[in-house]
């Protein structure tokens, strides 16, 4: 996944806690995603973000949240971790114009 | 609220026969459509996308083919190959949103 990583790769945490999740691109792509792959329902939009501070609600925004202080980084907050977000996260970068998207390789949490 | 509909769920085939993935949306305001192959343990990759003012788009063993007016598009794999075996995910975005509304996928394996 040249351009875009995703820290940790794996993580477990427990109930309550917070957790942040970052994704790094050296492509200097104007958008950024969080998705989370869940079996039965595809890929679902937590947040996006359309360039430094302006982000947006997805599908399943609540329990989350998002900041991009760089072009380069988005990270996705989970305010107080419940079971139901254990997921495989993905963040996802697209370029001004190119509706393409480039993926990370995903971030395993399993809240317990 | 938007919606895309995939199917099916699994396909299995036998090796050198052809494999198709159908999806359909609901958003008329729909205008780009890729698809993304995602192999285990990593995250998707596009292999291929439509706009909508094209009605089919080949790729070496791989096609794409949209219908406007039923606003279905489907994915074919001619001569599969067992490095064909993935999941599958078709998507829907409209211009200027940069959003994606995605499948729930197909789990494709090619039986050598």
């Known amino acids: 996944d040249a351009g875009i990583t995703q820290s940790p790769r794996h993580k477990v945490t427990e109930t309550g806690t917070p957790v942040t999740l970052r994704c790094h691109q050296t492509?200097?792509?104007?958008?950024m995603y969080w998705y989370r792959q869940d079996p039965g329902h595809g890929l679902r939009l937590i947040h996006y973000?359309?360039?430094?501070?302006?982000?947006d609600k997805g599908e399943v925004s609540d329990g989350y949240s998002v900041s991009r202080s760089k072009t380069e980084d988005f990270l996705l907050t989970l305010e107080s971790a419940t079971s139901s977000q254990t997921s495989v996260y993905f963040c996802a970068i697209s370029g001004q114009g190119d509706y393409g998207y480039t993926f990370g390789s995903g971030t395993r949490l399993t809240v317990v | 609220g938007e919606n895309v509909e995939q199917h099916p769920s699994t396909l299995s085939v036998q090796e050198g026969d052809s494999a198709v993935i159908k999806c359909t949306y609901s958003d008329s305001a729909s205008n780009y459509f890729p698809w993304y192959k995602q192999e285990l343990g990593k995250g998707p990759q596009l292999i291929i996308d439509?706009?909508?003012?094209?009605g089919e788009k080949k790729d070496q063993r791989i096609a794409v083919t949209l219908n406007k007016t039923a606003k279905h598009f489907s994915l074919h794999i001619t001569e599969t190959q067992p490095e064909d075996s993935a999941v599958y995910f078709c998507a829907a975005c409209t211009s200027g949103t940069y959003k994606y509304i995605f499948g729930t996928g197909t789990r494709l394996k090619v039986l050598a």
């Open positions: 973000s359309y360039g430094v501070k302006d982000t």
């Open positions: 439509i706009r909508s003012n094209v």
């Open positions: 492509e200097n792509h104007r958008y």
